[in-house]
């Protein structure tokens, strides 16, 4: 892109930014320490803004290869940011932010009333309730994301993954002198393959099919898969935004369990294949705790397990289980584009070596 439309782009980012910080001020939701800086940065399609908590006079907007952690993330599809009608991304992008921000405080709130139950020694109510707190939590993280459903991830700067590479790519010879014929080259199975700039398009479309394969998997698992296929045939053959027709249809069927952690279609399975995260491979500890403290909580409801039974060190061990998931869930999820291409869509874009 131009040095004109960076500072094009940018001069429009920071006019959003700014509509975004004088609203939240309004509403008395700010949350920044003064006027933040803003470290954009590009992503196949679409520009991620990282809120970083500087204390500046006014906002600083900069592009940045490598951003800092924020405290928020805005991302915008560039097109949008080059429409005339910019400047309504900063109402949508508010409501978003005001949304986070309302589910965080309410998550606080909940945690709050558990540290009372526990003060008065009601250990086995405390239990419940934080179980209960636990899956409305995680089910509002899960549907919150939802624009980074199936993105996937960047495997040392390559673009296609290794089924495209597999497909359409040739295989090259480890001392062949003609690698710079190629736009791509992987190693698939010890194999040096390569894409070559002909057949960039033939390969995005290739990615699009593998991408939609695995979505169509997954309803599949579900039960849903000719119910969601009918009602994007019935949308012109396209999903709306980011796959507001899978949510809507599984936000109103409620087929998945977010208090099931192991057994298939639950919580470590959904989030491998909605957003690509190994859970078990950093939390398998905390997920074993959150799993016996619900087996617990069924006990206690159907009165198979005596209230003095819960102990108060038993009921923090859980609460510290939680807590430890939870942020680093909400973390993960709110910086995931810095490490991910975006959703893959099948749209082609030209791209230089």
Known sequence: MSEENNNKLLKRIKEIIEIILSDLKKADKYGFTNNPSAEVFYKKDFIGVSLVDD???????????????????????RKELMAQTYLSLAKLELQRIIYEID????????????????????????????VSAFENTIREIFFFHHSKWFTREMINHHFFDEEVYKKIGKEIEADNDKESEYFEIRE??????????????????????????????????????????????ANKGVEIGYYEILKDMLTKRRVLNFQGIYKKPNLVWLFKKFYNLDLKLSFQEELDIIRDGISKRHELIHATLKEEEITKEYVEKFKSAILNFIEFLKAKLRSLYLERYGPVGGNYIKRSR
């Open 55 to 77: 204390d500046n006079t006014q906002v600083v907007c900069k592009l940045s290869q490598n951003p800092r952690k924020g405290l928020r993330y805005i991302y915008f599809k």
């Open 103 to 130: 589910l965080d405080n309410a998550y606080n709130t909940n945690l709050r009333r558990v540290d009372d139950l526990i003060k008065d020694k009601y250990y086995a109510i405390a239990l419940v309730f934080l």
């Open 188 to 233: 698939v199975n010890s194999q040096l393959i390569g894409i070559s700039a002909t057949d960039l398009e033939k390969a995005d479309s290739w990615q699009s099919i593998v991408h939609w394969s695995r979505i169509y998997r997954v309803c599949r698992s579900l039960g849903i898969y000719n119910d969601y296929v009918h009602k994007v045939i």
